[in-house]
């Protein structure tokens, strides 16, 4: 009954695993599976938080409030991959880029 849901030390969401990912270890904590994090594993994790562009969805992806607006699933960023191909990089802001001016 380690992993019970019952199980008053505080056991993964579910009986032997935690929800959506996870075991429970033998020092009476849940290990959580890439991904999701929290005392039963029951959180997704996403990346810099979504960027402040979006929620953290199922599996520690992001849903970009503006799809259509973001580049990186990752940070809902408009920019990433795209600033790279010009020597620079994503700015603070997610919108722009900044350019590496050393290279």
């Known amino acids: 009954d380690a992993c019970g849901a019952a199980d008053a030390r505080g ?3 579910a009986v032997g695993v935690a929800e959506d990912g996870g075991t429970y270890s033998l020092v009476q904590a849940c290990v959580c599976q890439p991904g999701w994090y929290g005392a039963d594993c029951g959180a997704p994790f996403c990346p810099s938080l979504c ?3 979006g929620a953290c969805g199922a599996g520690g992806v992001c849903d970009c409030f503006d799809d259509s607006f973001a ?18 990089a994503c700015a603070a802001d997610g919108a722009s880029c900044a350019c590496d001016l050393a290279a």
């Open 11 to 13: 056991a993964c969401t």
């Open 51 to 53: 960027g402040g562009r």
């Open 71 to 88: 580049v990186d699933d990752l940070t809902c960023a408009a920019c990433g991959v795209a600033c790279e191909a010009w020597a620079g």
